[in-house]
């Protein structure tokens, strides 16, 4: 039996926990919002204090495989994670959805960070649907020429936009829920990271004939193993640890 650390704080890692029957599995969320939903399994919560702090958890807890399954755009775990399996000789596996492609129809603007997306929107549309979670949304605190609709899990905290409103609620979401925001609040651009993965508001916005800014990936670690989906993560981490002489 293998032990292995999921980093997580998203459903493909909360799936990856329940899939790993015959190891012992420690899932790890930052902490962020105040109601998880948790990950079968050993569960801890909060950061370790830097890489030194995972490393020093991962010799602790004689972790076998590290993985990490954290959002894409989570990259400050995600160089910590790197770090950690470097100097512990842990092995790491990065799950992660592939980005978005667009199909006929999409009149996507890809941009790099949420700064630039704030300088190009007020040239898009004044109605904005944001889904970028509630951490960044100071970006858009002086774009004073749009309005804001923010789906967020927990309340944002200033800095925000001046004209904002808030719907606070947790995916999945459908094609008709993401129909009806589009419609009732009359949105004439969307703001999405690339976070990959099914995606209706992509495919409302396709619909209405509305831009989206995509805001780019933080790029990844180089020569990492990475893995796709659940399955392709579960089959990896049963492969390194069913090799011999481990
Ligand atoms: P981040 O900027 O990459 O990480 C900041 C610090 O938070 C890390 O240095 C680490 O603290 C701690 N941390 C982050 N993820 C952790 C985890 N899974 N377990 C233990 N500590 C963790 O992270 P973030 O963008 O704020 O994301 C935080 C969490 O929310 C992640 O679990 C991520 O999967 C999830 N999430 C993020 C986004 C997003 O858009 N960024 C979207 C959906 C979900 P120490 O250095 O002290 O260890």
Redesign the pocket.
């Known amino acids: 039996m293998a032990t292995v650390l999921i980093?997580?704080?998203?459903r493909d890692a909360r799936e990856l926990a329940g899939s790993l029957p015959g190891d012992t599995v420690i899932s790890?969320?930052?902490g962020?919002t105040t109601s998880p939903l948790l990950p079968p399994g050993e569960v801890r919560i909060?950061?370790?204090?830097?890489a030194e702090?995972?490393a020093s958890f991962l010799r602790t807890r004689r972790v076998d495989v590290l993985v990490d399954a954290?959002?894409p755009?989570?990259?400050?775990?995600?160089a910590?994670a790197a770090t950690a399996s470097r100097v512990t000789g842990v092995p790491l596996l990065v799950l992660e959805r592939p980005g978005w492609i667009p199909g006929p129809g999409d009149d996507w603007r890809r941009v790099r960070d949420l700064a630039h997306a704030a300088v190009d929107l007020p040239g898009l549309g004044e109605r904005v649907f944001l889904t970028i979670?509630r951490?960044e949304i100071a970006a858009f605190a002086g774009t004073t020429e749009c309005w804001f609709l923010a789906r967020t899990i927990e309340p944002p905290e200033p800095p925000m936009p001046q004209r904002l409103e808030v719907v606070r609620d947790r995916g999945p979401f459908t094609l008709d829920g993401e129909r009806e925001i589009l419609r009732n609040h009359r949105i004439d651009v969307l703001v999405s990271?690339d976070s990959g993965g099914p995606a209706p508001k992509l495919a409302a916005a396709r619909e209405r004939g509305i831009p989206v800014l995509l805001v780019d990936r933080p790029s990844a670690p180089p020569g990492t193993a990475t893995a796709a989906t659940v399955a392709e993560a579960a089959a990896t981490i049963a492969s390194w640890t069913s090799s011999p002489g481990r």
């Open positions: 980093l997580g704080g998203t790890s969320l930052a962020r909060g950061g370790f204090g830097g702090g995972l954290t959002h755009f989570a990259a400050r775990i995600s910590n979670g951490q990271k």
